[in-house]
């Protein structure tokens, strides 16, 4: 899978950044490489590009699973460091349009420039453009293999424009298990492995128009790379919450909403336990990692779990 072309948008090297979090650290070789200043000492049992993705397991999520998803935050996190992080102003001055509109709806019009104008946080609101982009187009995304078996997305299109608010919750978990057997079948198909790496190249494609013009220092060639394991990662994520009859929702917590202490802060100039925290007015300055919840309807009764908390950058009132 080669590199594709640059796209606009480039810039020169602006402020060094600090060092990465202790969090980083276990996912220094996560990727096929990791940009300079991104060291990791170990190499952790991750998916890859090596492992068929229908031999994945099928089982229930449990606190494996939750694992996996707050260990993907921190891949997402660490490819951010490692290739988005070196600000400059001349740099994001000729981005697109759109990819501005992007950074300031993941922030604020206001706030957006602040934060990507220095290297202690400008990784971050780059998490957070990365990760809403995840969730929209792979995560949420329905059918969730679409073209690999027409008659599946046909069918699982069909049960879920029969999910609704109001859907009692034992024909929910009907309608979510039909889509979960169809998702199963589909990764355990001999052809499969093929066309989800075809897969994986074209949507990485498509979100490296997007996060490589915000990368105003070359970190070839392992930003490629490592945004293909990213995605690959991404997608097998994805096919294990399909596999599974369960509703999921993504919150990203809004600017400017009261600090709670189930939010994990990350201020790199606010800091404190989360009980002082939330004895102090502070609100959301930038929530750039969503909490997760799923829903199980399987005895007729809705029962929520959260697998993931927010992460948060805070401010005074």
Known sequence: MSRPA???GSGGLGNQSRSPDPAFQVLGGAFAGLGPHN???????????????????????????E???????????????????????????????????????????????????????????????????????????????????VEADRRITNYKRQIYQ?????????????IAKDVQRIRAHPDFLSYFQRLVCSQATKLWAIVHPLMHYPT???????L???????YCISGEMWATPFDWRFDFTPVGYPYQ????????????????????????????????YLRDSADGFARIAQIASHKVLVKEA
């Open 67 to 149: 694992r996996k998803i707050q260990k993907f935050f921190d891949m997402a996190e660490a490819y951010c460091y490692a290739h988005m992080n070196f600000p400059s102003t001349a740099g994001d001055a000729l981005l697109h349009p759109l990819i501005k509109d992007r950074l300031m709806k993941a922030a604020t019009r206001e706030s957006a420039h602040q934060l990507a104008s220095t290297g202690h946080t400008r990784y971050l609101l780059m998490t957070k453009v990365v990760l809403q982009w995840i969730i929209r187009h792979i995560w949420t995304e329905i059918p969730p293999f679409e073209g690999f078996d």
């Open 261 to 292: 202490p189930s939010m994990i802060n990350k201020d790199p100039y606010i800091k404190g336990t989360p009980e002082e925290l939330a004895r102090r007015n502070l609100v959301v300055k930038l929530g750039y990692t969503p909490a997760v």
């Open 228 to 234: 293909l394991s990213l995605i690959y990662t991404a």
């Open 166 to 178: 109001t859907t009692p919750p034992l024909l929910r978990h009907h309608f979510l298990s039909q």
């Open 6 to 8: 640059r796209n606009v």
């Open 220 to 226: 070839l060639p392992s930003d490629w790379q490592d």
């Open 39 to 65: 060291v990791g000492p170990e190499t952790p049992s991750r998916v890859g590009p090596g492992i068929a993705p229908g031999r994945m397991e099928e089982s229930t999520p449990d606190f494996l699973f």
